[in-house]
């Protein structure tokens, strides 16, 4: 082999720092060492792989490649590094899953909860994001199984429907408010929401940016059953899952209001960069979410 991984690593570090002087810095050496280290990469190649700038170096269009290819060489070889440590404390695997908020908070505890408790030997690790950052992460390797909406380009990957996440308004028992509205209306409204970093949150921004307006926000709070609990004290009104609307609404005296937007009633799609190339632990967990949307959807 013409490299190694800390030719790949430092590589990147000067990719993405965009001087040798950053990519220094990062591995903890010295800048003559940086400079040979990519000088033996593109003599390796016979390519120059970077071109300078007024303020550093950016990659070249081959530099660009080769960096597309070392992240996912670097993300294997990390991974190899956590499953065989996983093997040396007595796990057999571990299971990288993405998915959105509401199917994190709603449905997948219990599910993840029924298989972890029949395979004590595996382990998951689970990270709410975007389906756009899903789709991403899944082409790069970087993921194992995610949860996707239809309006994500979902372009190369193997899908099977998942279970339906519907998206409501619940406001105060006494809101003007009554059965449906549209997004545009419920932006006049202060809100209630999620943390700014989770996915529903990032979703609605989003949303509103596309009309033109921004998000009201009042408060923030962490999970569903805060939210329901401030907007049945008339805090504002906040757009929760269906599910968690009429869960809460049992002991909460709050009222649901239909979302009119076509995107309040998604489509999900349970994503594989190719089913064949799961480890025999991710196999197992996708046919046991399979499992669960057959079961869901036969009730």
Same mark, same amino acid.
């Given at each position: 082999?013409?490299?190694?991984?800390?030719?790949?690593?430092?590589?990147?570090?000067?990719?993405?720092?965009?001087?040798?002087?950053?990519?220094?810095?990062?591995?903890?050496?010295?800048?003559?060492?940086?400079?040979?280290?990519?000088?033996?990469?593109?003599?390796?190649?016979?390519?120059? @792989?970077?071109?300078?700038?007024?303020?550093?170096?950016? +990659?070249?269009?081959?530099?660009?490649?080769?960096?597309? %290819?070392?992240?996912?060489?670097?993300?294997?070889?990390?991974?190899?590094?956590?499953?065989?440590?996983?093997?040396? %404390?007595?796990?057999?695997?571990?299971?990288?899953? @993405?998915?959105?908020?509401?199917? @994190?908070?709603?449905?997948? +505890?219990?599910?993840?909860?029924?298989?972890?408790?029949?395979? +004590?030997?595996?382990?998951?690790?689970?990270?709410?994001?975007?389906? @756009?950052?899903?789709?991403?992460?899944?082409?790069?390797? &970087?993921?194992?199984?995610?949860? /996707?909406?239809?309006?994500?380009?979902?372009?190369?990957?193997?899908?099977?429907?998942?279970?339906?996440?519907?998206?409501?308004?619940?406001?105060?028992?006494?809101?003007?408010?009554?059965?449906?509205?549209?997004?545009?209306? /419920?932006?006049?409204?202060?809100?209630?929401?999620?943390?700014?970093?989770?996915?529903?949150? !990032?979703?609605?921004?989003?949303?509103?940016?596309?009309?033109?307006?921004?998000?009201?926000?009042?408060?923030?709070?962490?999970?569903?059953?805060?939210?329901?609990?401030?907007?049945?004290?008339?805090?504002?009104?906040?757009?929760? +899952?269906?599910?968690?609307?009429?869960?809460?609404? !049992?002991?909460?005296?709050?009222?649901?209001?239909?979302?009119?937007?076509?995107?309040?009633?998604? &489509?999900?799609?349970?994503? /594989?960069?190719?089913?064949? !190339?799961?480890?025999?632990?991710?196999?197992?967990?996708?046919? %046991?979410?399979?499992?669960?949307?057959?079961?869901?959807?036969?009730?």
């Amino acid at each position: 082999m013409k490299f190694d991984l800390t030719d790949l690593r430092i590589f990147l570090s000067a990719v993405d720092g965009g001087s040798l002087t950053a990519a220094a810095a990062q591995n903890n050496i010295v800048v003559a060492a940086v400079s040979a280290r990519l000088k033996k990469l593109e003599e390796a190649f016979n390519l120059p @792989l970077f071109e300078r700038t007024g303020r550093g170096i950016r +990659p070249t269009l081959a530099g660009d490649m080769l960096a597309r %290819h070392a992240r996912q060489v670097l993300n294997s070889a990390q991974r190899i590094e956590v499953e065989l440590g996983n093997f040396a %404390h007595g796990h057999s695997g571990s299971i990288r899953f @993405l998915s959105n908020t509401n199917m @994190l908070a709603e449905h997948l +505890p219990a599910v993840m909860g029924r298989f972890l408790a029949t395979h +004590p030997d595996i382990s998951i690790s689970v990270a709410d994001k975007p389906s @756009l950052e899903v789709v991403s992460l899944l082409r790069n390797g &970087e993921a194992d199984i995610g949860i /996707v909406a239809a309006s994500a380009d979902m372009t190369g990957l193997e899908r099977w429907r998942f279970v339906p996440d519907k998206l409501v308004l619940v406001v105060p028992s006494n809101h003007a408010l009554r059965d449906t509205t549209d997004f545009s209306r /419920v932006l006049n409204e202060r809100m209630i929401t999620l943390q700014q970093k989770v996915a529903l949150s !990032q979703f609605l921004r989003r949303r509103a940016v596309e009309l033109g307006r921004n998000v009201d926000i009042r408060m923030r709070m962490d999970g569903f059953e805060g939210i329901c609990a401030m907007v049945a004290n008339g805090a504002g009104v906040a757009v929760v +899952p269906e599910s968690a609307a009429h869960r809460y609404r !049992q002991f909460m005296d709050f009222r649901v209001v239909q979302i009119l937007d076509d995107w309040a009633d998604r &489509e999900l799609y349970l994503c /594989v960069r190719k089913q064949e !190339q799961l480890p025999h632990h991710g196999k197992k967990f996708l046919e %046991h979410l399979l499992s669960y949307v057959n079961d869901v959807t036969s009730i």
